[in-house]
């Protein structure tokens, strides 16, 4: 069974938006962290955005704050990441991916460390051109 399905990537000029979607399964949302990460060839995996479905709770990297913004619509069992102010250096492959909060409460916050993570979706292209 697919759990997470990323949509929304594409290619985009600098200083322009786009919106990523993250489609769970029942298994993959409630209660999950469902995170945002990227990857460009030869490079690490980076945690981007997260949140924590029980109480969207959200926790950002530092390279996006005040640019990305994570939400979640819990009826349609969506997290979505909203890209603003794209730079060159946002090109990557964004990938969603989620893992199971136990004892979590309102004060839990998500890790953006990639080997938390259990499921994992296909990912989908961002290409930011200058």
């Known amino acids: 069974q697919v759990q997470l399905v990323e949509s929304g990537g594409g290619s985009v000029q600098a200083g322009g938006s786009l919106r990523l979607s993250c489609a769970a399964s029942p298994y993959s949302y409630s209660g999950n962290c469902i995170g945002w990460f990227r990857q460009t060839p030869g490079k690490e995996r980076e945690g981007v955005a997260a949140?924590?479905?029980?109480?969207?709770?959200?926790h950002y990297a530092d390279s996006v704050k005040g640019r990305f913004t994570i939400s979640q619509d819990s009826a349609e069992r969506t997290v979505y990441l909203q890209m603003s102010s794209l730079k060159p250096e946002d090109t990557a492959t964004y990938y969603c991916?989620?893992?199971?909060?136990?004892?979590?409460?309102?004060?839990?916050?998500?890790?953006?460390?990639?080997?938390?993570?259990?499921?994992w979706g296909q990912g989908t292209q961002v290409t930011v051109s200058s």
């Open positions: 949140i924590y479905t029980a109480y969207a709770r959200s």
């Open positions: 991916a989620a893992y199971y909060v136990y004892d979590g409460n309102s004060r839990s916050e998500c890790y953006l460390i990639s080997n938390v993570y259990e499921r």
